[in-house]
C-alpha cells in the first residue's frame, strides 16, 4: 500500500524552482527557466526564453494551476503583466486550505511541445522498510485519486540498499510508462539520476508530476515536489537554507527555534503536553468531552523551566485560546522541576486565561504543594477526564 | 513469565558515558537490571559507576557474556551503533536515541533482517519486565508485575496506561515501547507473536497512533493467532491530514493512516477499542473478568 506515503505531508518542504534547481544538477532535464520576485524580473526571464513562457506561482502546495496560479504569456510584456496578478494574490488551492497562501515568488519558464503526461516519483514505503519509485502513465493527475481508483495503474519497484536501484526495475517502469526505443534508455537514465538526487539529498519524497514526453522524444519534469527527512538535515545545511519562513506558520517557526512540537490547529484549548502520544491523546479527550484543541504541543521529556517559560508563551500568543490544559506525566521529568518552571514561567508570561494542570509521576505532591502555594490560576485536576472536563467548561465560559 | 527481557538478561550500554547514559544505565541498575558492560569507544578499560567500560561491544560480549544493548548513541552515529551490537552477537538491541535519518534506517533493517539480532525501536522508551528487568528510559515505580501485556507507539501515554493498570491492582508481564519511527525493528505484529507464546500473558493492551498501516497489521494476527482479549487505543484521532504530530511516523498522508482507519480494523478483528485515552484500565479490567 505504498501510495499511502506519496504525500508525505510535514517535512522540510521546499518550492518547484528549487527542486528543479536540485534535479538538473543530478542530469534530470527540467524546462529552462529561472525564479522571479517581481514583475520585472519576470519580463527579463522571459524575453531570455524569447518571450512566449509560463508563469507559475511559487508556493508549497499542489493544485495550482485550476486556482489559478499557472498561465501562459505570449511575450515578455504579458509575463510582466502576469506577474504584476500574481505577486501578492492569494492563492485558495485544496492543499492550502480555506486561508490561502499569499504568492511571493515566480518561476518563469519555456513552453514546451507536449506529446504525452506521465509521472514518476520515490518515496519511503513503510511497510517494505525501502524507498520505492513509482511509475505510472497517466500523469498530471492526483496520483492518490488514481491509486484509488485503479491502483494497478501504478507500477512499483523497491530501491534495495545493497544492490541499489537497478537498470531492469528502471527498464520495466519505463515499459510500463508506454515508452519505446530511444526513449526508454532516456528514461532509465532519468530514474537512476532520481534515486541518486533521492539518496544524496535524503528526500522524504521526489515526485515529477507531470513528466513529459516531448514532440521529439525528450523526457523533461515539468513539474517537480522534493521534501526531506528532517532528522537528516545535520549533514545537508544546503537544504536548510531552501527552507522558505514566509511558508511556515509564525508561531511554529518561533517553536521549532526552541526545539519544541508545536502545531497550531483552530480550536481554543490551548495544550502543553510531555510526549507525542500523550499530546495527541490529551488533543482527542478534549473532543470528546465536547472542546476543540488549539494546538499541539509537545514540551518533550527534558524539559527545563526555560523552554515550559517558552511553551506557555508561544501557547499564549495565539489569540483564540481561551484555556489552557497542561498535561504532564512525569517519568525522567520529575514534577517539583516542572512546577518550579510553571511559577517561574508565570512571573515572566503574562497569564490572560485560566490554566487546568493534571500532574502525574515522579515527585507529583511536591509538584502540586509548588504549584499550590504559588498563588497561581491553576486548577489542579485529578487525571486526563476530569483534566479535559474541568478546562472545557473554563474554556467555554469566556 | 515475560518476553524479550527477564532476571537473567545481562545489559550492555551503548554510550553509557553520556549524560543520557548514565543517568539512565544507573535507573536501570537501582531497578534490579544485570547492567554488566558499558560502551564508549576511547573509554575501554575505565570504570563508569562501577560498571566496567569497554571500546567495542564485541569485548562487552566475550567478557561479560552482555546479550542484551541498550543504546543512547547520538543520531548521527546510531545506525552504526545498532550494526555494531549485531556484529557483536547480541541477541536483542533496544535503541533509544531519536531522530536516526530514515535513510540510515533502511540500511539497518536490511542488514538486521539477515541476522539473528532483534531491534527494539528506535525512539522508544525500551523494555521493561516488572519485578525482574528494566531496559529503557520509563520510570520502573508505576509498574507492578502480573498478567497484562503491553505494546505501544508512544512513551509517556504507555505511562498512562501503565499507572492506569496498576492503579487498579493489574500488573503487567512486559511493556514494549516499539517506537514512533516509520521504520522500526520491532513492529505490533511481532510484539503481539511474542505474547502470543507467553503462557502468563493473560491480555494485552495495544497503544497505536497516526500514520503507516501497522495497526491494520496487528488487527488481523490479533484475530487468526491470539486467544487472549486484547483492548486498543490509537492516538491522534483529531490530528488534521498532512501534520506531522511529533512522531516522524505520526502522519495522515494522502487520507490514509487515520485513527478511524485503525480503529475500524481493529474492532472488526474483535479487538476491543476504546475512543478516551483515560479508560484503559477499566477496559482491561472487564476483559480479564
Known amino acids: ?398 | 513469565m515475560s518476553v524479550l527481557v527477564d532476571a537473567g538478561s545481562r545489559v550492555v550500554v551503548q554510550g553509557i558515558t553520556g549524560r543520557e547514559g548514565t543517568f539512565h544505565a544507573r535507573q536501570c541498575r537501582e531497578y534490579g537490571t544485570k547492567v554488566v558492560a558499558g560502551v564508549t569507544p576511547g573509554r575501554g578499560g575505565t570504570d563508569h559507576d562501577g560498571v566496567p567500560v569497554f571500546d567495542t561491544v564485541r569485548e562487552a560480549v566475550e567478557r561479560q557474556g552482555s546479550d542484551v544493548s541498550l543504546i543512547f548513541v547520538p543520531p548521527a552515529a546510531a545506525a552504526d551503533a545498532i550494526l555494531e551490537a549485531a556484529a557483536a552477537g547480541i541477541l536483542l538491541a533496544i535503541c533509544i536515541t531519536e531522530g536516526i535519518p530514515t535513510a540510515d534506517m533502511v540500511k539497518v533493517k536490511a542488514a538486521i533482517g539477515r541476522g539473528t539480532t532483534r531491534l527494539v525501536g528506535p525512539n522508544c522508551p525500551g523494555v521493561i519486565s516488572p519485578g525482574k528487568c528494566k531496559v529503557g528510559i520509563m520510570p520502573g515505580s508505576i509498574h507492578k508485575p502480573g498478567p497484562v501485556g503491553v505494546v505501544s507507539r508512544s512513551g509517556t501515554l504507555t505511562y498512562e496506561a501503565v499507572a492506569q493498570l496498576t492503579r487498579r491492582g493489574l500488573g503487567q508481564s512486559t511493556c514494549i515501547g516499539i517506537g514512533g519511527d516509520p521504520i522500526i525493528g520491532t513492529s505490533f505484529v511481532d510484539a503481539l507473536r511474542l505474547f502470543r507464546d507467553d503462557p502468563e500473558t493473560r491480555a494485552v493492551v495495544m497503544i497505536g497512533e497516526i500514520g503507516g498501516d501497522a495497526e491494520e497489521a496487528a488487527a488481523q494476527v490479533a484475530r487468526q493467532e491470539l486467544k487472549v482479549p486484547v483492548v486498543a487505543f490509537v492516538a491522534g484521532q483529531t490530528a488534521p491530514p498532512g501534520r506531522r504530530m511529533g512522531h516522524a511516523g505520526a502522519i495522515i498522508a494522502g487520507g490514509h493512516g487515520t485513527a478511524a482507519e485503525k480503529m475500524a480494523a481493529l474492532q472488526a478483528a474483535g479487538v476491543q477499542v476504546l475512543r478516551s485515552p483515560a479508560e484503559i484500565g477499566e477496559a482491561v479490567q472487564r476483559v480479564l473478568g
Open chain 1, 1 to 398: 500500500m505504498l501510495y499511502k506515503s506519496a504525500s508525505t505531508g510535514d517535512r522540510v518542504k521546499i518550492h518547484e524552482y528549487q527542486a528543479k534547481q536540485i534535479l538538473r544538477r543530478f542530469g534530470v532535464d527540467v524546462p529552462r527557466g529561472d525564479v522571479a520576485f517581481s514583475p520585472k524580473e519576470a519580463a527579463t526571464i522571459a524575453s531570455h526564453l524569447g518571450g512566449r513562457s509560463v508563469v507559475k506561482a511559487q508556493v508549497h502546495a499542489g493544485g495550482r494551476g485550476k486556482a489559478g496560479g499557472v498561465k501562459v504569456a505570449a511575450d515578455a510584456d504579458q509575463a510582466e503583466g502576469l506577474a504584476r496578478q500574481m505577486i501578492g494574490m492569494t492563492l485558495v488551492t485544496p492543499q492550502t486550505g480555506p486561508q490561502g497562501k499569499k504568492v511571493r515568488r515566480l518561476l518563469i519558464e519555456e513552453t514546451l511541445a507536449i506529446a504525452r503526461e506521465t509521472y514518476l516519483g520515490i518515496t519511503l514505503d513503510r511497510g517494505r522498510a525501502l524507498p520505492v519509485v513509482m511509475a505510472c502513465a497517466q500523469g498530471g493527475v492526483e496520483i492518490e485519486e488514481v491509486a484509488r481508483r485503479d491502483p494497478a495503474a501504478i507500477r512499483i519497484e523497491p530501491v534495495d540498499p545493497l544492490p541499489g536501484f537497478l537498470p531492469f526495475q528502471a527498464r520495466g517502469l519505463a515499459y510500463h510508462l508506454g515508452l519505446k526505443g530511444e526513449e526508454v534508455a532516456r528514461a532509465v537514465r532519468l530514474m537512476l539520476a532520481l534515486v541518486q538526487a533521492y539518496e544524496a539529498t535524503d528526500a522524504s519524497l521526489v515526485e515529477i508530476n507531470p513528466l513529459v514526453v516531448t514532440a521529439e522524444g525528450g523526457l523533461v519534469a515539468l513539474d517537480a515536489k522534493m521534501t526531506f527527512d528532517d532528522n537528516a538535515l545535520f549533514r545537508h545545511p544546503e537544504s536548510r537554507d531552501l527552507r522558505d519562513p514566509d511558508e511556515e506558520d509564525p508561531l511554529e517557526v518561533e517553536a521549532s527555534a526552541h526545539a519544541l512540537n508545536y502545531i497550531k490547529l483552530s480550536g481554543n484549548v490551548g495544550c502543553m503536553v510531555n510526549g507525542a502520544g500523550l499530546a495527541m491523546a490529551t488533543m482527542d479527550i478534549i473532543k470528546l468531552q465536547g472542546g476543540e484543541p488549539a494546538n499541539f504541543l509537545d514540551v518533550g521529556g527534558g524539559a527545563t523551566s526555560e523552554r515550559v517559560a517558552q511553551a506557555l508563551r508561544i501557547l499564549l500568543a495565539d489569540p483564540n485560546v481561551k484555556a489552557v490544559l497542561i498535561n504532564i506525566f512525569g517519568g525522567i521529568l520529575r514534577l517539583d522541576v516542572l512546577a518550579r518552571g510553571l511559577v517561574e514561567a508565570a512571573s515572566r508570561v503574562k497569564l490572560r486565561v485560566p490554566m487546568v494542570a493534571r500532574l502525574d509521576g515522579t515527585n507529583v505532591e511536591e509538584g502540586r504543594r509548588i504549584l499550590r502555594e504559588a498563588g497561581l490560576d491553576v486548577t489542579l485536576a485529578d487525571g486526563m477526564l476530569d483534566a479535559a472536563r474541568k478546562v472545557v467548561a473554563l474554556a467555554a465560559r469566556r
